[in-house]
């Protein structure tokens, strides 16, 4: 059994034939306008973190080679132990050729004139191969020092700077003409938003003034919130516009759509091999347990399409309740559905799940909270199937932390059953903040089923226990 999920990498033949989500068709649309835009621009691709940029990215970029298209993949999370962007953005140039190629020293060459800090990193970062040798740190140092002073010096001449850069865009441009087969290079630039904000505000500096030549079409994969707060701790406030800023660097922004959360759930469920629990015939063969795995799998999509889960949440939610699901037995009580609610519930609501944990709340003060939580979905949505799986959680909930509370001894004089009997008819024993006789009457013939069901002595602390993986796993 799986307990993370692997990336999803592309075939080169069919880069998307393990896409779950059906965005094929954005990388079409994507491409047509690398296509019809060649002469280069900046794209922004746009989405929160956890949406499967990085995922799409990589299949795109298998589909434009698959086209014929030089692609180049930085991602800049990963390198931004390097301090100076110049640096690595030309290393990730150097791949499209051999090494022994000239056009990319000539361009090397003019790169040098527009830094003042590659040659001392350079210099430095040899410095420990020779004090082996015998040369002394004081020696190297008074060398690296006069070759700094010598490029200060020219770097500084304003004039000499600007025709460098002049210089090196022109040689960028020659170099790109010379290696891309007639076709724009695109250069991928992933996880910026999660870089020190230092060193993605250079990466945008750099892409801007060093790299806008034509023949380059830039791919920025990002969270423009997130990289908006960098920017922000890059100049120290709060009031910078980071959308008018980051115009100056984006020519075309592209929103990846929402991802499609059935078919998305329909896969984990496969991948994380629900499968061979709920629908094993050792459980099947029970027939108060048929149909779990598909209330499993309903539920779950339900959840993540109200509260907005990304893809990266709904892995991790789907992996924690597998691992949930291997402590229980084949013959236990599962409740797939509360089950799946706790798990929610300790991510998104973690006050009022260590409340259920450690059996603070009074029955009554369970039903105000939980229905404060979700009177929305209680309430707006009283006929809709949805909201009835809400009802039938609280009816559990209600049922089994009853059960819990009893046996902790923290029964009072003035407890009451939470159903009693007026005039012969069964009625709930507490107050229910949805002021709807259709919620209360559905909530009533729902904690009465549990009453006359097998696992009516059930314990809410069970499935916690569980969840906290205070169990062994088998």
């Given at each position: 059994?799986e307990?993370?999920?692997?990336?999803?990498?592309?075939?080169a033949?069919q880069p998307?034939l393990?896409c779950?989500?059906d965005?094929?068709?954005y990388?079409?649309?994507?491409?047509?306008?690398?296509?019809?835009?060649?002469?280069?621009f900046v794209?922004?691709?746009?989405?929160?973190w956890?949406?499967?940029k990085?995922?799409?990215?990589?299949?795109?970029?298998?589909?434009?080679?698959?086209?014929n298209?030089?692609?180049?993949?930085?991602?800049a999370w990963e390198?931004?132990?390097?301090?100076e962007?110049l640096?690595?953005l030309?290393g990730?140039?150097?791949?499209?050729?051999?090494?022994?190629d000239d056009?990319y020293?000539?361009?090397?060459?003019?790169g040098v004139?527009?830094?003042?800090n590659?040659?001392p990193?350079l210099?430095k970062g040899?410095i420990?191969?020779?004090?082996?040798?015998?040369?002394t740190?004081?020696?190297?140092e008074k060398?690296?020092?006069?070759?700094?002073?010598i490029?200060?010096?020219?770097?500084?001449e304003?004039?000499?700077?600007?025709?460098?850069?002049?210089d090196f865009?022109?040689?960028?441009?020659?170099?790109?003409?010379?290696?891309?087969d007639?076709?724009?290079?695109?250069?991928?630039i992933d996880?910026?938003d999660?870089?020190?904000?230092?060193?993605?505000?250079?990466?945008?500096e750099?892409?801007?003034?060093?790299?806008s030549?034509?023949?380059?079409?830039?791919?920025?994969?990002i969270?423009?919130?997130q990289?908006?707060?960098s920017?922000?701790?890059?100049?120290?406030?709060?009031?910078?516009?980071?959308?008018e800023?980051?115009?100056?660097?984006i020519?075309l922004?592209y929103?990846l759509?929402?991802?499609?959360a059935?078919?998305?759930?329909?896969y984990?469920y496969i991948?994380y091999?629900?499968?061979e629990?709920?629908?094993?015939?050792?459980?099947?063969?029970?027939?108060i347990?048929?149909?779990?795995?598909?209330?499993?799998?309903?539920?779950t999509r339900?959840v993540?399409?109200?509260?907005?889960?990304?893809?990266?949440?709904?892995?991790?939610?789907?992996?924690?309740?597998?691992?949930?699901?291997?402590s229980?037995k084949?013959n236990?009580?599962?409740?797939?559905?509360?089950?799946?609610?706790l798990?929610?519930?300790k991510?998104?609501?973690?006050?009022?799940y260590?409340?259920?944990?450690s059996i603070?709340?009074?029955?009554?003060?369970l039903?105000?909270?939980?229905e404060?939580l979700?009177?929305?979905i209680?309430?707006?949505?009283i006929?809709?199937d949805?909201?009835k799986?809400?009802?039938?959680?609280?009816?559990?909930l209600?049922?089994f932390?009853?059960?819990?509370?009893?046996?902790?001894?923290k029964?009072s004089r003035t407890?009451?059953?939470i159903?009693?009997?007026?005039?012969?008819?069964?009625?709930?024993?507490?107050?229910?903040?949805?002021?709807?006789?259709?919620?209360?009457?559905?909530?009533?013939?729902f904690?009465?089923?549990?009453?006359?069901?097998?696992?009516y002595?059930?314990?809410?602390?069970v499935?916690i226990?569980?969840?906290?993986l205070?169990?062994?796993?088998?």
């Amino acid at each position: 059994m799986e307990i993370k999920h692997k990336e999803l990498l592309p075939e080169a033949d069919q880069p998307f034939l393990h896409c779950k989500l059906d965005r094929q068709k954005y990388a079409g649309v994507l491409t047509s306008i690398v296509q019809n835009y060649a002469e280069g621009f900046v794209l922004a691709l746009n989405g929160e973190w956890g949406t499967g940029k990085t995922t799409f990215v990589r299949m795109w970029q298998a589909s434009l080679e698959k086209e014929n298209y030089k692609t180049i993949y930085f991602n800049a999370w990963e390198n931004d132990f390097e301090n100076e962007p110049l640096t690595a953005l030309l290393g990730e140039l150097k791949k499209l050729v051999d090494n022994h190629d000239d056009s990319y020293k000539s361009l090397l060459k003019k790169g040098v004139v527009i830094t003042k800090n590659i040659l001392p990193a350079l210099a430095k970062g040899v410095i420990s191969k020779y004090m082996d040798a015998g040369i002394t740190l004081d020696v190297l140092e008074k060398s690296i020092d006069a070759a700094t002073d010598i490029l200060d010096k020219e770097v500084e001449e304003y004039v000499n700077k600007k025709q460098g850069l002049v210089d090196f865009k022109s040689e960028l441009e020659k170099y790109i003409e010379a290696n891309n087969d007639g076709k724009p290079v695109v250069f991928i630039i992933d996880e910026l938003d999660r870089c020190r904000p230092d060193y993605a505000v250079e990466v945008l500096e750099k892409v801007k003034h060093f790299f806008s030549v034509k023949g380059i079409v830039f791919v920025l994969s990002i969270d423009k919130i997130q990289l908006g707060n960098s920017i922000q701790g890059y100049y120290g406030s709060h009031n910078i516009n980071t959308e008018e800023y980051l115009r100056r660097f984006i020519d075309l922004e592209y929103k990846l759509p929402e991802p499609n959360a059935k078919a998305f759930c329909d896969y984990l469920y496969i991948y994380y091999q629900f499968n061979e629990f709920f629908d094993t015939r050792d459980r099947t063969q029970y027939t108060i347990f048929s149909g779990e795995g598909e209330r499993f799998r309903n539920f779950t999509r339900k959840v993540f399409e109200k509260y907005n889960y990304t893809l990266r949440q709904q892995e991790k939610i789907f992996a924690h309740s597998r691992i949930v699901l291997r402590s229980f037995k084949v013959n236990n009580f599962v409740f797939p559905h509360l089950l799946f609610f706790l798990i929610h519930l300790k991510d998104r609501e973690p006050e009022f799940y260590e409340k259920l944990k450690s059996i603070e709340f009074s029955v009554q003060e369970l039903v105000y909270d939980y229905e404060k939580l979700f009177s929305t979905i209680l309430y707006d949505e009283i006929e809709n199937d949805y909201s009835k799986e809400f009802i039938s959680i609280e009816s559990l909930l209600i049922s089994f932390y009853n059960n819990a509370f009893l046996r902790s001894g923290k029964r009072s004089r003035t407890y009451k059953d939470i159903i009693i009997t007026k005039e012969n008819k069964p009625e709930l024993s507490f107050n229910t903040t949805i002021n709807n006789e259709n919620f209360r009457d559905q909530l009533l013939r729902f904690i009465i089923g549990v009453q006359n069901s097998e696992y009516y002595g059930f314990e809410i602390k069970v499935l916690i226990n569980k969840i906290d993986l205070l169990e062994n796993i088998t």
